[in-house]
């Protein structure tokens, strides 16, 4: 044969992001002078650019076109495995985006400027992994002894380790009260994990709980074993831990949401801790909810998966009572003691503190009985905590002589005044501007802060209790890097008396001194339109009194409210979640909502007011016709409960169904119908579809 004649190309199929309004969400057929297994990674042409592909399992619905471009280049790096494959299959076709979209959207965006030189040397980086005698070694050495209930969940666990894999594994819901131990679970389960020699993947809910537990698990199993993945890294940061996880160096991956697509070869051992969180939820592009996308991975995988919380999502509690999910109940603080007390304030009945004069005072922030209490403990060199959750100085500026208030001239929102740099910003846009000097529409010079956002409080504060040493834990003070772990090694060290905080503060922290926990006025989630309002502020208030008496000291839980009779606060001053839960599952159940049925929304923007109702109401009349004889409901279109964001207009329709299969059906017939109707209506900015939606 002449040395010259080369082998005919091969036709590869590769996923790549297609912008969703092409039409284009499947796979796009590449040639290559070579075959190339199913998950290497590649660089390949679309339109004028390049883009980084995942090269996928061949679908046989692939056409011949005349002329099929090169792939443009190889990534040497092994393929992603079968496994990660049907994951994110799944997570595309469930969350009605494209493949490609979805799957390069869990890839590290450094990956796609790397040629294979610079790929190498770092891979070369990165850390070779213990063996697995050694890691249990160390592990045992330092492991304190567990309680029963501790040792109990852990023996789950260990049986579900030990399982074929072609057994069926349950979920595993662990139950603990706050305190409980549930991250020494966590650890004894890695052990066990590591042990086989697998990875695990752990999963937190939002970016300033990682540090603390990553902490906790490099103290027991070395930090270079460890990979962290969250929105915080920068992309080199990102890129480095991903390779470690990829290539199976690092035996520990812990991060956010975005951790629960990152590939683990080995993977073995699946914990999501907070499961309840809202935050596992995505907002934008997917919008995939990570809790349910680790389930699905444990599922698939053939491992076990651990779900952590003291309160519960209503959808795990529905699956555990059901038997679908093995729960497992830590129901005593690992510290012993008893969980906090909770002392109501009516404070319609309360006597308030003196003070604070002057334009625009508010009453005091809190209660006297409430603020002798903070007292007391300081004196006793305890610490004590109090929630506020919204940031800021105030929540809006007033002009006492012509009503003007700081509306945001882009959002349907007031802009909050910040007081610390005298800037009017709107949370929604970020547009910000100087206080005026006086009112813009009188001139009035007397304009006024009305309410109180947690830095006017941090201030109030200081005003009421000159010796304290006061901190404040919001977004506003833990934007700089470090200025969150800096925040909460004063706190750890003694160093702080009363933090102020949002709902920072009320997640996952072991704060040894704090003995009391007050929550100011969180009434506004008891009369909110989203049915998971309640069991959201349950869970914050419950989670917030956790914070109090971990040490096994006694400790209260104080409440300022005017509804101090209202329901949900009396089962919190039980500590009863199972209460709690039963009658809001009993009030979903009649209302006919999740966990007893399944939604999606469809969202729209428009610049004019008028377009994106015109879009969702043809889109509904499509929809109608695509369901047939499908028990699903078409709501008529609503506006968001923040009408307009940065000058566009949002407006939302809901899809009921009580059964998924037939939704998800419709739905996949449906977004071809969207993309031709968008088409259609020329003024639309933007559409998606959120399935199972954490807020209406």
């Given at each position: 044969?002449?040395?010259?004649?080369?082998?005919?190309?091969?036709?590869?199929?590769?996923?790549?992001?297609?912008?969703?309004?092409?039409?284009?969400?499947?796979?796009?057929?590449?040639?290559?002078?070579?075959?190339?297994?199913?998950?290497?990674?590649?660089?390949?042409?679309?339109?004028?650019?390049?883009?980084?592909?995942?090269?996928?399992?061949?679908?046989?619905?692939?056409?011949?076109p005349?002329?099929?471009?090169?792939?443009?280049?190889?990534?040497?790096?092994?393929?992603?495995?079968?496994a990660?494959?049907?994951?994110?299959?799944?997570?595309?076709?469930?969350?009605?985006?494209?493949?490609?979209?979805?799957?390069?959207s869990?890839?590290?965006s450094?990956?796609?400027?790397?040629?294979?030189?610079?790929?190498?040397?770092?891979?070369?980086?990165?850390?070779?992994?213990?063996?697995a005698?050694?890691a249990?070694?160390?592990?045992?050495a330092?492991?304190?002894?567990?309680?029963?209930?501790?040792?109990?969940?852990?023996?789950?666990?260990?049986?579900?380790?030990?399982?074929?894999?072609?057994?069926p594994?349950?979920?595993?819901?662990l139950?603990?009260?706050?305190?409980?131990?549930?991250t020494?679970?966590?650890?004894?389960?890695?052990?066990?994990?590591?042990?086989?020699?697998?990875?695990v993947?752990?999963?937190?809910?939002e970016?300033?709980?990682?540090?603390?537990?990553?902490?906790?698990?490099?103290?027991?199993?070395?930090?270079?074993?460890?990979?962290?993945?969250?929105s915080?890294?920068?992309p080199?940061?990102?890129?480095r831990?991903?390779l470690?996880a990829?290539?199976?160096?690092?035996?520990?991956?812990?991060?956010?949401?975005?951790?629960?697509?990152?590939?683990?070869p080995?993977?073995?051992?699946?914990?999501?801790?907070?499961?309840?969180?809202?935050?596992?939820?995505?907002?934008?592009?997917?919008?995939?909810?990570?809790?349910?996308?680790?389930?699905?991975?444990?599922?698939?995988?053939?491992?076990p998966?651990?779900?952590?919380?003291?309160?519960?999502?209503?959808?795990?509690?529905?699956?555990?009572?059901?038997g679908?999910?093995?729960?497992?109940?830590?129901?005593?603080?690992?510290?012993?003691?008893?969980?906090?007390?909770?002392r109501v304030?009516?404070?319609?009945?309360q006597?308030?503190?003196?003070?604070?004069?002057?334009?625009?005072?508010?009453?005091?922030?809190?209660a006297?009985?409430?603020?002798?209490?903070?007292?007391?403990?300081r004196?006793?060199?305890?610490?004590?905590?109090?929630?506020?959750?919204?940031?800021?100085?105030?929540?809006?500026?007033?002009?006492?002589?012509?009503?003007?208030?700081?509306a945001?001239?882009?959002?349907?929102?007031?802009?909050?005044?910040?007081?610390?740099?005298?800037?009017?910003?709107?949370?929604?846009?970020?547009?910000?501007?100087?206080?005026?000097?006086?009112?813009?529409?009188?001139?009035?010079?007397?304009?006024?802060?009305?309410?109180?956002g947690?830095?006017?409080?941090?201030?109030?504060?200081?005003?009421?209790?000159p010796?304290?040493?006061?901190a404040?834990?919001?977004?506003?003070?833990?934007?700089?890097v470090?200025?969150?772990?800096?925040?909460?090694?004063?706190?750890?060290?003694?160093?702080?008396?009363?933090?102020?905080?949002?709902?920072?503060?009320?997640?996952?922290?072991?704060?040894?001194?704090v003995?009391?926990?007050?929550?100011?006025?969180?009434?506004?989630?008891?009369?909110?339109?989203?049915?998971?309002?309640?069991?959201?502020?349950?869970?914050?208030l419950?989670?917030?009194?956790?914070?109090?008496?971990?040490?096994?000291?006694?400790?209260?839980?104080?409440?300022?409210?005017?509804?101090?009779?209202?329901?949900?606060?009396?089962?919190l001053?039980?500590?009863?979640?199972p209460?709690?839960?039963?009658?809001?599952?009993?009030?979903?159940?009649?209302?006919?909502?999740?966990?007893?049925?399944?939604?999606a929304?469809?969202?729209?923007?428009?610049?004019?007011?008028d377009?994106?109702?015109?879009?969702?109401?043809a889109?509904a009349?499509?929809?109608?016709?695509?369901?047939?004889?499908?028990?699903?409901?078409?709501?008529?279109?609503?506006?968001?409960?923040?009408?307009?964001v940065?000058?566009?207009?949002?407006?939302?329709?809901?899809?009921?169904?009580p059964?998924?299969?037939?939704?998800?059906?419709?739905?996949?017939?449906?977004?071809?119908?969207?993309?031709?109707?968008?088409?259609?209506?020329?003024g639309?900015?933007?559409?998606?579809?959120?399935?199972?939606?954490?807020?209406?």
């Open positions: 044969m002449n040395e010259s004649t080369t082998s005919a190309p091969v036709r590869l199929r590769v996923a790549v992001p297609t912008p969703q309004h092409a039409g284009l969400a499947g796979l796009l057929d590449y040639e290559h002078l070579h075959p190339l297994p199913p998950g290497a990674l590649v660089r390949v042409p679309l339109g004028r650019r390049q883009v980084l592909g995942v090269v996928w399992d061949d679908d046989g619905h692939g056409e011949a005349v002329v099929i471009k090169p792939v443009a280049d190889v990534l040497a790096l092994p393929p992603l495995d079968a990660w494959r049907a994951l994110l299959a799944f997570a595309a076709a469930y969350y009605q985006r494209g493949l490609g979209e979805m799957a390069v869990a890839l590290p450094a990956l796609q400027a790397l040629d294979n030189t610079q790929l190498a040397r770092r891979l070369r980086r990165a850390p070779t992994p213990r063996t005698r050694n249990g070694a160390q592990a045992a330092q492991a304190p002894v567990l309680n029963a209930g501790q040792a109990a969940a852990v023996a789950a666990v260990q049986s579900q380790l030990a399982l074929p894999p072609e057994a594994r349950p979920p595993m819901l139950w603990g009260v706050t305190g409980s131990g549930k020494e679970v966590y650890l004894h389960a890695a052990e066990l994990a590591l042990g086989q020699g697998r990875q993947l752990v999963l937190v809910p970016i300033n709980l990682t540090p603390q537990l990553e902490a906790r698990f490099a103290a027991r199993f070395g930090a270079e074993r460890i990979a962290t993945l969250h915080g890294l920068t080199p940061q990102r890129l831990h991903w470690a990829h290539a199976g160096t690092a035996d520990i991956v812990l991060g956010t949401r975005l951790a629960v697509l990152a590939s683990l080995r993977l073995g051992l699946v914990v999501v801790d907070e499961e309840h969180d809202a935050s596992f939820k995505a907002q934008d592009g997917a919008r995939q909810s990570a809790r349910d996308l680790a389930v699905l991975r444990a599922h698939q995988a053939r491992v998966v651990l779900l952590g919380s003291a309160t519960p999502s209503l959808e795990s509690w529905h699956h555990a009572s059901q679908r999910y093995l729960r497992l109940d830590l129901p005593e603080r690992a510290a012993g003691g008893a969980l906090p007390t909770l304030l009516d404070l319609s009945q006597q308030r503190p003196k003070g604070l004069r002057g334009p625009g005072a508010t009453p005091p922030p809190v006297q009985a409430l603020l002798d209490a903070i007292e007391q403990r004196q006793r060199g305890e610490q004590s905590l109090l929630l506020l959750n919204r940031r800021g100085y105030a929540p809006v500026l007033h002009c006492g002589a012509c009503a003007w208030k700081s945001c001239p882009h959002c349907t929102a007031w802009r909050v005044f910040h007081k610390s740099d005298r800037t009017l910003r709107c949370h929604h846009c970020g547009f910000t501007e100087r206080v005026p000097r006086a009112c813009p529409d009188c001139g009035n010079q007397d304009i006024a802060p009305i309410g109180r947690t830095e006017r409080l941090e201030e109030q504060l200081q005003g009421l209790l010796e304290a040493r006061i404040r834990l919001d977004a506003d003070t833990t934007s700089q470090g200025s969150l772990e800096r925040q909460l090694a004063a706190v750890h060290a003694g160093d702080v008396d009363v933090l102020v905080g949002t709902q920072m503060i009320a997640k996952g922290h072991d704060f040894q001194r003995t009391l926990v007050a929550a100011l006025n969180p009434d506004g989630l008891l009369f909110s339109s989203d049915f998971r309002a309640p069991e959201r502020l349950f869970a914050l419950l989670q917030a009194a956790g914070r109090a008496g971990r040490d096994g000291a006694r400790s209260e839980m104080w409440l300022q409210t005017d509804q101090p009779k209202h329901p949900l606060y009396q089962a001053a039980r500590h009863d979640y209460a709690f839960a039963a009658s809001q599952l009993a009030e979903r159940q009649a209302a006919g909502l999740p966990p007893y049925a399944h939604l929304l469809l969202r729209a923007d428009s610049k004019d007011p377009t994106a109702p015109a879009f969702l109401q889109a009349e499509a929809g109608q016709a695509l369901s047939g004889e499908w028990p699903i409901t078409w709501y008529p279109p609503v506006p968001h409960p923040v009408a307009r940065a000058d566009h207009w949002r407006w939302q329709m809901l899809v009921e169904s059964q998924r299969a037939p939704l998800q059906r419709v739905l996949a017939q449906w977004v071809p119908e969207l993309h031709a109707l968008r088409r259609a209506h020329k639309l900015a933007r559409w998606a579809i959120d399935v199972d939606p954490s807020a209406i």
